[in-house]
Nanobody, 128 residues
Framework: QVQLVESGGGLVQAGGSLRLSCAAS????????MGWFRQAPGKEREFVAA????????HYSDSVKGRFTISRDNAENAVYLQMDNLKPEDTAVYYC?????????????????????WGQGTQVTVSS
């Protein structure tokens, strides 16, 4: 029912920036908590950031806090991940995700199992 399509990945040098976009369709976008995850080769899928329906409650992994910013535009059915001061260890496939579950604390969305719908991923490569 819900389709998520990521875009904006690419190759960037360490210290550079990228902005990822996720376009959603087929659901009531404003009802979903939206998240970003990433998966590097040989690693498990890792939580990056999440934003609740209104966008005024967010949660970040410690590894990206202060460098990445999640935002959403419910009118445009889109969620974004602004990535600044990128590091080689940020290299991964980045996935957009949507959750139809309600949790009282935003940090509870840090688990892969909290999300119901996933995009296909977009590659981010950071060179040293």
């Amino acid at each position: 029912q819900v389709q998520l399509v990521e875009s904006g990945g690419g190759l960037v040098q360490a210290g550079g920036s990228l902005r990822l976009s996720c376009a959603a369709s087929g659901g009531i976008f404003s009802a979903y908590t939206m998240g970003w995850f990433r998966q590097a080769p040989g690693k498990e899928r890792e939580f990056v950031a999440a934003s609740r329906w209104s966008g005024d409650s967010t949660h970040y992994s410690d590894s990206v806090k202060g460098r990445f910013t999640i935002s959403r535009d419910n009118a445009e059915n889109a969620v974004y991940l602004q990535m600044d001061n990128l590091k080689p260890e940020d290299t991964a496939v980045y996935y957009c995700a949507a959750s139809r579950k309600y949790y009282s604390s935003t940090n509870m969305y840090a688990a892969v199992g909290a999300f119901d719908y996933w995009g296909q991923g977009t590659q981010v490569t950071v060179s040293s």
